[in-house]
């Protein structure tokens, strides 16, 4: 069987801001901490980098920064997406032309759009950029969920490579692994479901929790990509309460407040997302503390 094209683990990048604009020098200290961390590569830009709430300027800034500051040493997957097709082949264009690895690409969110109107949303991609792309499915949060059957058709495309599945459904991973083939990059979007995922076939995790813990979310991964399920368990244990808190109020703030606690960067959010609630910030400090961060 052949080595999926990316697999382990790879940060959802926060983007942190101090007094509204995005704090550069904290983006490349993170950055650092994640390599140095041993995860295996990045992605900025995504939903816990805000990309919602960044302008476009800013949006390919921070790829640009992410790339420049990687150099090459991890793969750097970068959030493209958009609910207008030609909004995301040019974000897809510039992240090739800066010298990202892949794109991650998500559902087009709010027109909800056929499963016809996907497939041609992520073929048009395909024949306009020649980077690799990940389908991002996460339904919740555009409502629309891409079918097994369409990722098959697309997977038969040469630059469409695999998914970030935040589905939550694990069946559908095993269904999706047999229909799409051994060299379909298996992702998962959810933290506490990365060791059933790993259990299913999955390749790896663009993972929220990373940003806070690199070091024990590549140890787990390390640990379920070579086999080793108790060390996986014993890994998952360790964080499951951290995942959960991670997403006690509207992300990333409770994540943005786990880094400010640890001196990493500020707390601050744009709105809509407003500051972490104070349950949250107690359900963060504890799942801080069962890691053995605090």
Known sequence: MSEPLFRGVMPALVTPFRNGEIDEGAFVALVERQIAGGVHGLVPVGTTGETATLSHDEHRRVVELCVQTARGRVPVIAGAGSNSTSEAIELVQHAKTVGADAALVVTPYYNRPSQEGLYLHYKAINDAVQLPVLVYNVPGRTSVDISNEVLARLSK???????????????????????????????????????????????????????????????????????QWQGALHGQDRLIRLHKALFADASPAPTKFALAHLGLCTAETRLPIAPCSEAAKAEVLIGLKDAGLI
């Open 157 to 227: 495309l040469p630059n469409i490579v695999g998914i970030k599945d935040a589905s939550g459904d694990l069946a559908r991973a095993s269904l999706q692994r047999l229909d799409c083939g051994e060299d379909w990059v298996m992702l998962s979007g959810n933290d506490d479901g990365g060791l059933g995922y790993m259990a299913h076939g999955g390749h790896g995790c663009i993972s929220v929790t990373c940003n806070v813990a690199p070091e024990l979310v590549s140890q787990f991964y390390n640990d379920a990509m070579a086999g």
